[in-house]
């Protein structure tokens, strides 16, 4: 995704004379700050019900939870967020590793240990995790503005290394919610770097006057140099390679540290972000837009790391609701109640705000039920999991799914495997890197140099998209950029596999009828010869509404179409 600057003052002009205005207005100067602020934060009772009698086949009897704030419970209960600073080790009721926790106690006696912390990093947990399980060469932490701001939380954290490793010893189920706030760290790390902000100055910044400078020193960055949001996102998709390495090594910590048989979960998480847009009558925001992208990628990290072991499960949450509604503006945001109360209750702007704006964003106590009930619900299925009816051991496979016969077909012929242990998620979209990862493992993995794109961060897809440009299977959107992490399209696919025909010296004759699709005259001009190829050996069918040329790929159908050209194209 490449973003554009162009647009961020020219649609909305009246926003101009605002900023021009700001000092007589300061409600409109925080409402701007934020945008700011995002960057400079934390992304970070109710009665259950929740009935434990639908959950008494699982078994678990001993409970340990590792997270940031949404896993600890921050924002259901204002007088906690604010006598416990860090909320290292407290269990917060309504959170929903608290309503998990209650049905194992209640079903099974269990005993649960809870190991968040309101701001943890999954860097954070590798670092405690390494000193606790006594390791020669422990991870070293970076040291950069996030860990800095608060270096107490940090050693609470890291004398906890033992308690906690003992604690997951003991338990036969974990479940770990973390990274949300490496993204965070990252984004400002990139921005720093790419001179957005100045982290001095931010650290400076004391009361409306100097918001109103530091606001103006931003925009004045980006008026002056309008590739600057665009180095952004590159040099944030580079840094995210350091989150991938520590995801990776805390499941493998968590898998050597609990007992052979204990389930490990790990959990995404719901696009906290999407919908808020910093200026109003706009729908462009670059930073939250920014975390977006880092939330997918992030889950997706997530799922392959649990895909690796046989009893680590990945439970995706997409549907978790937030304290702020899909839509809200910073404007609308200032208005809730608590907010403008805290900066005036002597928090300080930054603080107040800062606080305020997250508390929106973190689940609310319907949001923690969900994502109990997602839990459980998973826990449920893998007390009834069986390979008898599909020979598959995913759950979320039947045997009278349209796409039942073609995941087989991929997963027996070890084209691609499940998203964990005992999902295969056939609707979640196929990104491009997976997309050619497939081809690749196809072709028996073979090595190759590696191609010119720079935004190949991850080393589990850069081989393979590395091998497919080599032959001419892939182009990327431009010499330098390929997509790795963006979902791919139908037409798209269509594309890549009609190179890839070539690449096999299959027949590519495209002699398709693509007229009797409604929606044929949607499909790109780059791809009208690939999918008129597509459709005349079968590869591409289409849907119930059409081709769909523009609309995401998921699972199931990358693994239909995997089926149709093996058995089609010759």
């Not at 020193?217 to 390495?245: C, H, K, W």
């Not at 590519?508 to 009208?528: K, Q, T």
Request: proline share 3%; net charge negative; aromatic share 10%.
């Amino acid at each position: 995704m490449t973003v554009k600057t162009t647009g961020l003052f020219s649609d909305s002009p009246e926003w101009i004379m605002r900023i021009a205005h700001m000092k007589k207005r300061t409600k409109t100067a925080l409402s701007i700050l934020l945008c700011i602020i995002m960057v400079f934060g934390i992304m970070g009772s109710t009665a259950m019900a929740l009935n434990a009698e639908d959950y008494k086949s699982i078994p678990y009897h001993c409970y340990t939870y590792l997270g940031d704030s949404i896993t600890w419970g921050y924002g259901l209960h204002e007088d906690i967020d604010r006598t416990d600073k860090f909320s290292v080790g407290r269990r917060v009721p309504g959170s929903y590793t608290d309503l998990v926790g209650r049905v194992l106690e209640e079903n099974n006696g269990a005993t649960v240990y809870a190991a968040a912390s309101s701001g943890a990093r999954i860097s954070d947990y590798r670092y405690l995790l390494e000193r606790g399980m006594g390791l020669e060469d422990p991870y070293v932490k970076r040291k950069d503005w996030y860990g800095e701001r608060h270096p107490e939380r940090t050693e609470q954290l890291l004398q906890m290394g033992p308690k906690i490793c003992e604690e997951v010893r003991q338990s036969d189920l974990v479940t770990i919610q973390a990274g949300i706030n490496d993204i965070t760290a990252t984004v400002v790390n990139a921005a720093s770097a790419t001179g957005l902000v100045d982290l001095v100055k931010l650290q400076e910044i004391s009361g409306v006057e100097g918001v109103l400078d530091y606001v103006a020193y931003a925009l004045g960055n980006v008026m002056q140099d309008p590739n600057i949001v665009g180095r952004l996102t590159d040099t944030f998709m580079q840094e995210a390679s350091g989150i991938r390495e520590n995801i990776e090594a805390v499941v493998d910590h968590l898998v050597s540290v609990a007992p052979s048989d204990a389930v490990i979960m790990v959990l995404g998480y719901h696009q906290a972000v999407s919908g808020l847009r910093v200026i109003p009558g706009s729908g462009y925001s670059v930073i939250f837009d920014l975390v977006d992208r880092g939330i997918d990628l992030f889950n997706n990290i997530y799922r392959d790391a649990a895909a690796k072991y046989d009893n680590v499960v990945y439970v995706d949450v997409p549907d978790a609701t937030s304290i702020f509604s899909a839509g809200t503006t910073v404007i609308d945001a200032l208005d809730i109640p608590g907010i403008v109360s805290r900066v005036s209750s002597g928090e300080g702007v930054v603080d107040g705000v800062t606080k305020g704006i997250l508390i929106g964003l973190h689940p609310d106590a319907n949001g923690h039920e969900y994502m109990a009930g997602r839990v459980l619900d998973t826990l449920n299925e893998l007390q009834g999991t069986s390979k008898e009816d599909t020979g598959m051991p995913f759950t979320d496979v039947k045997s009278g799914d349209w796409f039942c016969p073609y995941v087989k077909y991929v997963y027996d012929n070890g084209l691609f495997s499940g998203t964990s242990a005992t999902t295969f998620e056939p609707n979640t979209a196929m990104t491009r890197g997976m997309f050619v990862t497939v081809l690749w493992a196809k072709e028996g993995k073979p090595q190759s140099g590696k191609a010119g794109f720079e935004d190949l961060s991850a080393d589990w897809y850069r081989t393979a998209v590395s091998w497919a440009a080599a032959n001419g299977i892939v182009g990327g959107y431009s010499f330098d950029r390929f997509g790795p992490e963006d979902p791919i399209t139908r037409e798209q696919m269509a594309s890549i596999m009609y190179s890839y025909a070539h690449f096999k010296g299959y027949d590519v004759a495209e002699n398709g009828d693509l007229s009797r699709f409604s929606d044929a005259g949607s499909v790109s001009s780059y791809a009208e010869t690939a999918m008129r190829w597509a459709v005349s050996h079968n590869v591409i069918s289409g849907t119930d509404q059409g081709l769909e040329p523009k609309s995401t790929a998921t699972r199931a159908q990358v693994a239909a179409v995997m089926n149709a050209f093996d058995s089609s194209v010759k």
